[in-house]
Protein backbone atom coordinates (compact mmCIF):
# COMPACT_ATOMS: atom_id res chain seq x y z
CA UNK A 1 0.00 0.00 0.00
CA UNK A 2 0.95 3.65 -0.37
CA UNK A 3 1.26 4.15 3.12
CA UNK A 4 3.75 1.38 3.64
CA UNK A 5 6.03 2.26 0.86
CA UNK A 6 6.29 6.20 2.50
CA UNK A 7 6.91 4.05 6.02
CA UNK A 8 9.44 1.77 3.85
CA UNK A 9 10.77 4.83 2.57
CA UNK A 10 11.07 6.82 5.54
CA UNK A 11 12.85 3.87 7.09
CA UNK A 12 15.60 3.42 4.40
CA UNK A 13 16.58 7.19 5.33
CA UNK A 14 16.56 7.25 9.08
CA UNK A 15 18.58 3.99 8.54
CA UNK A 16 20.79 5.59 6.56
CA UNK A 17 21.29 9.04 8.68
CA UNK A 18 21.75 6.81 11.63
CA UNK A 19 24.65 5.02 9.56
CA UNK A 20 26.24 8.56 9.23
CA UNK A 21 25.99 9.67 12.77
CA UNK A 22 27.69 6.50 13.95
CA UNK A 23 30.37 6.89 10.99
CA UNK A 24 30.84 10.48 12.35
CA UNK A 25 30.89 9.14 15.79
CA UNK A 26 34.27 6.15 15.04
CA UNK A 27 36.00 9.28 13.39
CA UNK A 28 35.45 11.41 16.25
CA UNK A 29 36.63 8.64 18.55
CA UNK A 30 39.74 7.89 16.29
CA UNK A 31 40.99 11.10 16.13
CA UNK A 32 40.36 11.64 19.81
CA UNK A 33 42.60 8.47 20.60
CA UNK A 34 45.50 9.86 19.36
CA UNK A 35 46.74 7.50 17.28
CA UNK A 36 45.99 9.04 14.29
CA UNK A 37 42.59 9.36 11.36
CA UNK A 38 41.34 7.34 9.24
CA UNK A 39 42.10 7.52 5.47
CA UNK A 40 38.81 9.31 4.26
CA UNK A 41 39.54 12.27 7.24
CA UNK A 42 43.34 12.46 7.33
CA UNK A 43 43.62 15.25 4.73
CA UNK A 44 40.24 17.08 6.39
CA UNK A 45 42.24 16.31 9.92
CA UNK A 46 45.27 18.28 9.09
CA UNK A 47 43.72 20.84 7.41
CA UNK A 48 41.76 21.62 11.12
CA UNK A 49 45.23 21.94 12.39
CA UNK A 50 46.69 25.20 10.19
CA UNK A 51 42.95 27.11 9.75
CA UNK A 52 40.37 27.88 12.15
CA UNK A 53 37.99 25.58 10.14
CA UNK A 54 36.29 22.98 12.09
CA UNK A 55 36.90 19.08 11.02
CA UNK A 56 33.15 18.76 10.60
CA UNK A 57 33.31 22.26 7.81
CA UNK A 58 36.71 20.71 6.51
CA UNK A 59 34.88 17.38 5.53
CA UNK A 60 32.08 19.58 3.71
CA UNK A 61 34.21 21.10 1.79
CA UNK A 62 36.24 17.94 0.74
CA UNK A 63 33.15 16.48 0.22
CA UNK A 64 31.61 19.39 -2.11
CA UNK A 65 35.22 18.98 -4.17
CA UNK A 66 34.52 15.24 -4.87
CA UNK A 67 30.74 15.81 -5.45
CA UNK A 68 32.14 17.75 -8.65
CA UNK A 69 34.63 15.50 -9.42
CA UNK A 70 31.73 12.88 -9.82
CA UNK A 71 29.95 15.35 -12.18
CA UNK A 72 33.27 15.67 -14.09
CA UNK A 73 33.62 12.18 -14.46
CA UNK A 74 30.08 11.70 -15.87
CA UNK A 75 30.51 14.49 -18.19
CA UNK A 76 30.17 13.90 -22.11
CA UNK A 77 26.70 12.35 -22.13
CA UNK A 78 28.24 9.02 -19.54
CA UNK A 79 26.06 9.92 -16.52
CA UNK A 80 22.45 9.35 -16.40
CA UNK A 81 19.63 11.18 -14.69
CA UNK A 82 19.81 9.06 -11.51
CA UNK A 83 23.13 9.01 -11.96
CA UNK A 84 22.76 13.22 -11.62
CA UNK A 85 20.26 12.79 -8.82
CA UNK A 86 22.30 10.57 -7.01
CA UNK A 87 25.63 12.87 -6.83
CA UNK A 88 23.01 15.66 -6.21
CA UNK A 89 21.80 13.76 -3.10
CA UNK A 90 25.45 13.46 -1.46
CA UNK A 91 25.37 17.10 -1.22
CA UNK A 92 22.55 17.76 2.13
CA UNK A 93 23.77 14.30 3.23
CA UNK A 94 27.10 15.48 3.08
CA UNK A 95 26.20 18.16 5.20
CA UNK A 96 24.66 16.43 7.82
CA UNK A 97 27.20 14.05 8.18
CA UNK A 98 29.29 17.12 9.29
CA UNK A 99 27.22 18.37 11.28
CA UNK A 100 27.45 15.11 13.22
CA UNK A 101 30.97 15.37 12.92
CA UNK A 102 31.36 18.96 14.73
CA UNK A 103 28.63 17.70 17.75
CA UNK A 104 30.53 14.69 18.50
CA UNK A 105 34.16 16.69 18.33
CA UNK A 106 32.40 18.72 20.76
CA UNK A 107 31.69 16.16 23.02
CA UNK A 108 34.38 13.60 22.51
CA UNK A 109 37.18 15.73 20.88
CA UNK A 110 38.56 17.06 23.97
CA UNK A 111 38.93 13.54 25.73
CA UNK A 112 42.58 12.72 25.91
CA UNK A 113 43.47 9.10 26.80
CA UNK A 114 45.93 9.02 29.54
CA UNK A 115 47.71 5.98 28.56
CA UNK A 116 48.31 3.70 25.43
CA UNK A 117 45.61 1.12 26.83
CA UNK A 118 43.03 3.52 27.08
CA UNK A 119 44.27 5.42 23.48
CA UNK A 120 43.81 1.10 21.91
CA UNK A 121 40.12 0.92 23.77
CA UNK A 122 38.78 4.45 22.17
CA UNK A 123 40.72 3.18 18.81
CA UNK A 124 38.89 0.14 18.93
CA UNK A 125 35.67 1.83 20.35
CA UNK A 126 36.04 4.05 16.80
CA UNK A 127 36.64 0.98 14.50
CA UNK A 128 33.45 -0.43 15.89
CA UNK A 129 31.46 2.53 15.44
CA UNK A 130 32.73 3.76 12.22
CA UNK A 131 32.21 -0.35 10.69
CA UNK A 132 28.52 -0.11 11.98
CA UNK A 133 27.80 3.47 10.24
CA UNK A 134 28.94 1.53 6.90
CA UNK A 135 26.81 -1.48 7.55
CA UNK A 136 23.72 0.57 8.11
CA UNK A 137 24.79 3.13 5.51
CA UNK A 138 25.07 0.13 2.74
CA UNK A 139 21.73 -2.08 3.75
CA UNK A 140 18.74 0.28 2.75
CA UNK A 141 20.64 1.31 -0.55
CA UNK A 142 19.07 4.63 -0.86
CA UNK A 143 22.33 7.00 -1.19
CA UNK A 144 26.00 6.69 -1.31
CA UNK A 145 28.62 9.22 0.11
CA UNK A 146 30.94 11.19 -1.90
CA UNK A 147 34.15 9.52 -1.43
CA UNK A 148 32.24 6.00 -2.71
CA UNK A 149 30.64 7.42 -5.19
CA UNK A 150 33.93 9.30 -6.61
CA UNK A 151 35.89 6.45 -6.49
CA UNK A 152 32.46 4.39 -8.17
CA UNK A 153 32.31 6.83 -11.08
CA UNK A 154 36.37 6.78 -11.86
CA UNK A 155 35.90 2.85 -11.72
CA UNK A 156 33.24 3.41 -14.42
CA UNK A 157 34.67 5.90 -16.75
CA UNK A 158 38.06 4.30 -16.59
CA UNK A 159 36.81 0.66 -16.56
CA UNK A 160 38.35 -0.27 -13.42
CA UNK A 161 37.71 -2.42 -10.43
CA UNK A 162 35.98 -0.87 -7.57
CA UNK A 163 37.97 -2.22 -4.42
CA UNK A 164 40.82 -1.55 -6.00
CA UNK A 165 40.78 2.20 -6.66
CA UNK A 166 39.64 2.87 -3.31
CA UNK A 167 42.46 1.44 -2.60
CA UNK A 168 44.77 3.37 -4.47
CA UNK A 169 41.91 6.41 -3.16
CA UNK A 170 42.74 5.94 0.48
CA UNK A 171 46.73 5.83 -0.43
CA UNK A 172 46.24 8.81 -1.97
CA UNK A 173 44.29 10.68 0.84
CA UNK A 174 47.14 9.57 3.16
CA UNK A 175 50.02 10.53 1.21
CA UNK A 176 48.50 13.70 1.16
CA UNK A 177 47.51 14.21 4.36
CA UNK A 178 51.59 13.32 5.13
CA UNK A 179 52.85 16.08 2.63
CA UNK A 180 50.60 18.77 4.17
CA UNK A 181 51.61 18.15 7.43
CA UNK A 182 55.23 18.04 6.21
CA UNK A 183 54.56 21.29 4.24
CA UNK A 184 52.51 23.11 7.07
CA UNK A 185 54.94 22.02 10.25
CA UNK A 186 57.87 20.03 9.17
CA UNK A 187 56.35 16.76 10.57
CA UNK A 188 53.56 13.97 10.19
CA UNK A 189 50.30 14.98 11.42
CA UNK A 190 47.40 13.14 12.36
CA UNK A 191 48.69 9.75 10.61
CA UNK A 192 49.71 6.97 13.07
CA UNK A 193 49.38 3.43 13.21
CA UNK A 194 46.03 4.08 14.45
CA UNK A 195 45.38 5.40 11.03
CA UNK A 196 46.65 2.21 9.69
CA UNK A 197 44.70 -0.34 12.02
CA UNK A 198 41.84 1.65 11.12
CA UNK A 199 41.97 1.02 6.91
CA UNK A 200 42.79 -2.65 7.98
CA UNK A 201 39.96 -3.66 10.42
CA UNK A 202 36.88 -1.94 9.27
CA UNK A 203 36.58 -4.02 6.23
CA UNK A 204 36.99 -7.35 8.37
CA UNK A 205 34.29 -5.65 11.12
CA UNK A 206 31.53 -4.63 8.54
CA UNK A 207 31.61 -8.17 6.69
CA UNK A 208 31.32 -9.43 10.39
CA UNK A 209 28.35 -7.17 11.59
CA UNK A 210 26.73 -7.81 8.12
CA UNK A 211 26.93 -11.40 8.73
CA UNK A 212 26.75 -11.92 12.32
CA UNK A 213 24.74 -8.66 13.90
CA UNK A 214 22.95 -7.17 11.08
CA UNK A 215 21.11 -10.20 9.56
CA UNK A 216 17.74 -9.75 7.62
CA UNK A 217 16.41 -12.05 10.50
CA UNK A 218 17.59 -9.56 13.67
CA UNK A 219 16.30 -6.85 11.70
CA UNK A 220 13.04 -8.35 9.74
CA UNK A 221 11.16 -6.06 11.40
CA UNK A 222 12.85 -3.10 8.96
CA UNK A 223 10.56 -3.66 6.14
CA UNK A 224 13.63 -2.70 3.42
CA UNK A 225 15.50 -5.56 4.27
CA UNK A 226 13.65 -7.79 2.40
CA UNK A 227 13.84 -5.85 -0.63
Known sequence: SFRLMIKTIILRYLTFIAGLYFLSLGIVLIVA???????ISSVNYVVTLHTPIT??????????????GQFW?????????????????QLPFSLVFSIFIDINMAFIGSIEPTSYPMALAMLGAGCLSQATGVVLELKPNVAIMSAEGFVKYAARRYNKDFGRLKVIFDVVLVSSALLLGIACSGHIEGVREGTVIAALSTGFIVSFLSRHVFTRAALRHLPFLHS
Open 73 to 89: LIRSGLGSRKDRIEILL
Open 55 to 68: LGTATFLINVLLIA
Open 33 to 39: SSLGTTP
